[in-house]
Protein backbone atom coordinates (compact mmCIF):
# COMPACT_ATOMS: atom_id res chain seq x y z
CA UNK A 1 0.00 0.00 0.00
CA UNK A 2 1.40 3.55 -1.09
CA UNK A 3 1.49 6.52 1.44
CA UNK A 4 -1.00 8.20 -0.34
CA UNK A 5 -3.41 4.97 -0.47
CA UNK A 6 -2.32 4.95 3.43
CA UNK A 7 -3.29 8.41 3.81
CA UNK A 8 -6.55 7.97 2.27
CA UNK A 9 -8.00 5.04 4.31
CA UNK A 10 -6.58 6.77 7.54
CA UNK A 11 -8.57 10.22 6.43
CA UNK A 12 -11.87 7.83 5.71
CA UNK A 13 -11.69 6.00 9.00
CA UNK A 14 -10.92 8.86 11.38
CA UNK A 15 -13.42 11.00 9.56
CA UNK A 16 -16.48 8.80 10.28
CA UNK A 17 -14.87 8.34 13.86
CA UNK A 18 -15.28 12.34 14.45
CA UNK A 19 -18.85 11.62 12.55
CA UNK A 20 -19.78 9.08 15.20
CA UNK A 21 -18.55 10.51 18.64
CA UNK A 22 -20.45 13.88 17.94
CA UNK A 23 -16.79 15.19 17.22
CA UNK A 24 -18.23 16.39 13.87
CA UNK A 25 -21.81 17.12 12.32
CA UNK A 26 -23.17 16.37 8.91
CA UNK A 27 -23.15 20.01 8.28
CA UNK A 28 -19.18 20.59 7.96
CA UNK A 29 -16.07 19.51 9.22
CA UNK A 30 -12.50 18.54 6.75
CA UNK A 31 -9.66 16.14 7.03
CA UNK A 32 -6.13 15.97 5.94
CA UNK A 33 -2.49 14.29 5.76
CA UNK A 34 0.41 15.45 4.35
CA UNK A 35 2.17 13.12 1.90
CA UNK A 36 5.21 14.67 0.34
CA UNK A 37 4.38 18.10 -1.63
CA UNK A 38 0.43 16.80 -1.76
CA UNK A 39 -2.74 16.54 0.70
CA UNK A 40 -4.75 13.56 0.98
CA UNK A 41 -8.29 15.69 1.67
CA UNK A 42 -11.91 14.59 2.75
CA UNK A 43 -14.11 16.28 -0.39
CA UNK A 44 -16.35 19.00 0.26
CA UNK A 45 -20.17 17.42 1.32
CA UNK A 46 -18.26 14.40 3.47
CA UNK A 47 -21.11 15.14 6.13
CA UNK A 48 -24.61 16.04 4.52
CA UNK A 49 -24.08 13.90 1.51
CA UNK A 50 -22.18 10.79 2.77
CA UNK A 51 -23.29 11.19 6.37
CA UNK A 52 -18.97 10.88 7.00
CA UNK A 53 -19.30 6.89 5.37
CA UNK A 54 -16.21 7.99 3.25
CA UNK A 55 -14.36 4.93 0.54
CA UNK A 56 -10.84 5.58 0.59
CA UNK A 57 -11.50 6.53 -3.12
CA UNK A 58 -13.14 9.08 -2.01
CA UNK A 59 -10.88 10.98 -0.70
CA UNK A 60 -9.27 13.66 -2.99
CA UNK A 61 -5.42 14.10 -3.59
CA UNK A 62 -4.53 17.45 -3.98
CA UNK A 63 -2.26 19.90 -4.49
CA UNK A 64 -0.44 22.35 -2.12
CA UNK A 65 -2.24 25.28 -3.84
CA UNK A 66 -5.41 23.61 -3.22
CA UNK A 67 -5.94 22.37 -6.53
CA UNK A 68 -7.44 18.37 -6.91
CA UNK A 69 -4.48 16.39 -8.63
CA UNK A 70 -6.71 13.05 -8.33
CA UNK A 71 -10.71 12.09 -7.63
CA UNK A 72 -14.03 13.30 -7.96
CA UNK A 73 -15.91 15.74 -6.18
CA UNK A 74 -15.06 19.17 -4.79
CA UNK A 75 -12.69 20.59 -2.46
CA UNK A 76 -14.00 22.36 0.70
CA UNK A 77 -14.23 26.06 0.90
CA UNK A 78 -11.49 25.77 4.00
CA UNK A 79 -9.25 24.12 1.79
CA UNK A 80 -7.10 27.57 2.15
CA UNK A 81 -7.15 26.84 6.01
CA UNK A 82 -4.93 23.79 5.30
CA UNK A 83 -2.71 24.73 2.96
CA UNK A 84 -1.74 27.88 5.08
CA UNK A 85 -1.25 25.25 8.08
CA UNK A 86 1.04 23.25 6.36
CA UNK A 87 3.19 25.91 4.52
CA UNK A 88 3.66 27.66 7.76
CA UNK A 89 4.01 24.55 10.08
CA UNK A 90 4.75 21.64 8.39
CA UNK A 91 7.81 21.33 9.73
CA UNK A 92 6.32 20.09 13.11
CA UNK A 93 3.23 18.37 12.05
CA UNK A 94 1.34 16.81 8.98
CA UNK A 95 -2.46 16.18 9.46
CA UNK A 96 -5.37 19.10 9.63
CA UNK A 97 -8.91 18.42 11.24
CA UNK A 98 -11.29 21.18 10.97
CA UNK A 99 -14.60 19.65 13.05
CA UNK A 100 -16.93 21.22 14.64
CA UNK A 101 -17.31 18.98 18.22
CA UNK A 102 -21.20 19.39 19.76
CA UNK A 103 -19.34 20.53 23.38
CA UNK A 104 -16.85 22.83 22.04
CA UNK A 105 -19.23 24.83 19.52
CA UNK A 106 -20.68 26.61 23.01
CA UNK A 107 -17.27 28.04 23.06
CA UNK A 108 -17.79 29.04 19.45
CA UNK A 109 -20.87 30.42 19.57
CA UNK A 110 -20.08 32.70 22.81
CA UNK A 111 -16.96 33.78 20.85
CA UNK A 112 -14.72 32.77 24.14
CA UNK A 113 -11.40 31.12 24.40
CA UNK A 114 -11.23 27.66 26.37
CA UNK A 115 -9.05 27.31 28.98
CA UNK A 116 -7.59 24.13 30.19
CA UNK A 117 -9.74 22.19 33.56
CA UNK A 118 -8.28 18.30 32.87
CA UNK A 119 -4.74 16.96 33.56
CA UNK A 120 -4.90 15.66 29.77
CA UNK A 121 -5.38 19.26 28.64
CA UNK A 122 -2.90 21.16 30.94
CA UNK A 123 -0.55 20.45 27.72
CA UNK A 124 -2.20 22.27 25.32
CA UNK A 125 -2.90 25.69 27.65
CA UNK A 126 -5.63 27.71 26.57
CA UNK A 127 -7.31 27.35 23.01
CA UNK A 128 -7.70 30.57 21.98
CA UNK A 129 -10.96 31.91 20.19
CA UNK A 130 -9.57 33.97 16.95
CA UNK A 131 -10.67 36.58 15.01
CA UNK A 132 -13.99 36.19 13.00
CA UNK A 133 -13.66 35.73 8.88
CA UNK A 134 -16.02 33.79 6.59
CA UNK A 135 -15.41 30.74 6.10
CA UNK A 136 -14.61 30.69 2.23
CA UNK A 137 -11.92 33.76 3.05
CA UNK A 138 -8.52 34.15 3.08
CA UNK A 139 -8.51 35.61 6.49
CA UNK A 140 -10.16 32.53 8.37
CA UNK A 141 -6.69 30.82 7.03
CA UNK A 142 -4.40 34.11 8.37
CA UNK A 143 -6.87 34.07 11.94
CA UNK A 144 -6.12 30.36 12.15
CA UNK A 145 -2.45 30.98 11.54
CA UNK A 146 -2.13 33.56 13.64
CA UNK A 147 -3.70 32.10 16.34
CA UNK A 148 -1.86 28.83 16.31
CA UNK A 149 2.04 30.70 15.53
CA UNK A 150 4.21 30.23 18.89
CA UNK A 151 3.01 26.82 19.28
CA UNK A 152 4.68 24.56 17.20
CA UNK A 153 6.41 22.94 20.04
CA UNK A 154 2.63 21.62 21.01
CA UNK A 155 2.39 20.56 17.19
CA UNK A 156 5.50 18.64 17.38
CA UNK A 157 4.55 17.01 20.63
CA UNK A 158 0.93 16.56 19.58
CA UNK A 159 -1.54 19.03 18.39
CA UNK A 160 -2.19 22.84 18.69
CA UNK A 161 -5.60 24.30 17.77
CA UNK A 162 -7.94 27.52 17.75
CA UNK A 163 -11.67 28.18 17.94
CA UNK A 164 -13.04 30.10 15.42
CA UNK A 165 -16.20 31.89 16.08
CA UNK A 166 -19.66 30.94 15.17
CA UNK A 167 -17.83 28.15 13.17
CA UNK A 168 -15.85 25.00 15.19
CA UNK A 169 -12.03 23.87 15.62
CA UNK A 170 -9.08 24.42 13.63
CA UNK A 171 -6.76 22.07 14.68
CA UNK A 172 -2.84 20.56 13.20
CA UNK A 173 -1.03 17.37 14.78
CA UNK A 174 1.63 16.24 14.10
CA UNK A 175 -0.35 12.89 12.70
CA UNK A 176 -3.34 12.42 12.22
CA UNK A 177 -3.85 10.28 15.61
CA UNK A 178 -2.30 12.88 17.76
CA UNK A 179 -4.75 15.10 15.93
CA UNK A 180 -7.81 13.03 16.83
CA UNK A 181 -6.85 12.38 20.04
CA UNK A 182 -6.73 16.43 21.09
CA UNK A 183 -9.76 16.81 19.45
CA UNK A 184 -11.44 14.84 21.70
CA UNK A 185 -9.87 15.97 25.02
CA UNK A 186 -10.83 19.49 23.69
CA UNK A 187 -14.51 18.68 23.84
CA UNK A 188 -14.11 16.55 27.02
CA UNK A 189 -12.82 19.56 28.50
CA UNK A 190 -15.51 21.90 26.65
CA UNK A 191 -18.35 19.42 28.08
CA UNK A 192 -16.38 19.92 31.82
CA UNK A 193 -16.45 23.43 31.83
CA UNK A 194 -20.28 23.55 30.70
CA UNK A 195 -21.11 20.80 33.27
CA UNK A 196 -19.77 23.05 35.91
CA UNK A 197 -21.66 26.31 34.86
CA UNK A 198 -24.81 24.82 34.64
CA UNK A 199 -24.52 23.66 37.87
CA UNK A 200 -24.10 26.82 39.17
CA UNK A 201 -20.14 26.24 40.08
CA UNK A 202 -18.30 28.18 37.76
CA UNK A 203 -15.88 29.55 40.73
CA UNK A 204 -15.86 25.98 41.98
CA UNK A 205 -14.16 25.08 38.61
CA UNK A 206 -11.96 27.91 38.43
CA UNK A 207 -10.84 27.63 42.23
CA UNK A 208 -10.29 23.56 40.42
CA UNK A 209 -8.39 24.58 37.84
CA UNK A 210 -5.28 26.21 40.52
CA UNK A 211 -5.62 23.18 42.48
CA UNK A 212 -4.76 21.22 39.76
CA UNK A 213 -1.66 23.45 38.28
CA UNK A 214 -0.86 22.90 42.20
CA UNK A 215 -1.14 19.87 42.46
CA UNK A 216 0.99 18.84 39.17
CA UNK A 217 3.61 21.04 39.94
CA UNK A 218 3.73 19.47 43.73
CA UNK A 219 4.69 16.27 41.66
CA UNK A 220 7.23 17.56 39.76
CA UNK A 221 5.44 17.17 36.22
CA UNK A 222 5.38 20.00 33.68
CA UNK A 223 2.66 20.39 30.95
Known sequence: MTNIAAAKAHIAKIGHMLFQRRLTDAAGGNVSIRVGDVMCMSPSYSGSKRQWKLEADQVLVVGMDGKILEGEGEVSRETNVHVTLNAEFGDYGNAVIHAHPRNLL????????????????????????VPYAPAHSPDLARNVADGIRGKEDRIRKQA????????????????????????????????????????????????????????????????
Open 106 to 129: VFAALEESMPPVLEANLKFGEIPC
Open 160 to 223: FGVIAPWHGLFLMGKDLDAAFDAVERFDTNARAILMARMTGRTERIEEKREALKEAVKAHGQEH
